[in-house]
């Protein structure tokens, strides 16, 4: 399944952001456990998009809620809502992998095990506020850059990973 995740990253749901924002320039970056090495087959995907004009909270909702129209357009995902009242907004939804992987005309023709047939995905945005957070980043001042805290955390992890070497076994 990891071709297929590439796949949906790389190509299906950047063209879908690049579409829907098409006067901007989109980027995806992943974060959480797939980017950190600590993923499961099973594992969720959090990605970020970046790259867009947001200044507060409210473009962040209506970023959102132009994505999800184009997400529920696409054969690859279900169950696709969005959270706009959390604390961070998100839409979460499910990639059908079997969809993707047909798509591809892959090699591979055999269907995903069906326990990992439905990818979990979570679309964050780029923090709107700038913050400094010496736990995540030492020395971080605030600046002009936006750098989403889950992108942050992807050092955190690492430098733990680095300084403890047996902390990956512990955790998987």
């Given at each position: 399944v990891s071709?297929?995740?590439?796949?949906?990253?790389?190509?299906?749901?950047?063209?879908?952001?690049?579409?829907?924002?098409?006067?901007?320039?989109?980027?995806?970056?992943?974060?959480?456990?797939?980017?950190?090495?600590?993923?499961?087959?099973?594992?969720?995907m959090d990605?970020?998009?970046t790259g867009?004009?947001?200044?507060?909270?409210?473009?962040?909702?209506?970023?959102?809620?132009?994505?999800?129209?184009?997400?529920?357009?696409?054969?690859?995902?279900?169950?696709?809502?969005?959270?706009?009242?959390?604390?961070?907004?998100?839409?979460?939804?499910?990639?059908?992998?079997?969809?993707?992987?047909?798509?591809?005309?892959?090699?591979?023709?055999?269907?995903?095990?069906?326990?990992?047939?439905?990818?979990?995905?979570?679309?964050?945005?780029?923090?709107?506020?700038?913050?400094?957070?010496?736990?995540?980043?030492?020395?971080?001042?605030?600046?002009?850059?936006?750098?989403?805290?889950?992108?942050?955390?992807?050092?955190?992890?690492?430098?733990?990973?680095?300084?403890?070497?047996?902390?990956?076994?512990?955790?998987?």
């Amino acid at each position: 399944v990891s071709k297929e995740r590439d796949v949906l990253v790389q190509k299906i749901i950047l063209d879908i952001c690049s579409t829907a924002f098409k006067d901007q320039t989109v980027k995806l970056d992943i974060f959480g456990s797939i980017s950190t090495g600590l993923a499961l087959e099973s594992s969720d995907m959090d990605l970020v998009v970046t790259g867009l004009k947001i200044e507060d909270r409210d473009d962040v909702v209506d970023h959102i809620r132009i994505l999800l129209k184009y997400f529920e357009e696409s054969p690859y995902f279900r169950n696709i809502k969005s959270i706009e009242g959390a604390s961070i907004p998100v839409i979460k939804m499910e990639a059908d992998l079997n969809k993707v992987r047909e798509a591809e005309n892959s090699s591979n023709t055999s269907p995903v095990n069906p326990k990992m047939e439905y990818l979990q995905i979570d679309i964050t945005f780029e923090d709107f506020k700038r913050m400094k957070s010496d736990l995540f980043w030492e020395g971080a001042e605030e600046d002009e850059s936006k750098l989403h805290h889950g992108i942050k955390t992807i050092h955190l992890v690492k430098t733990y990973l680095k300084d403890y070497t047996h902390l990956k076994e512990m955790v998987l």
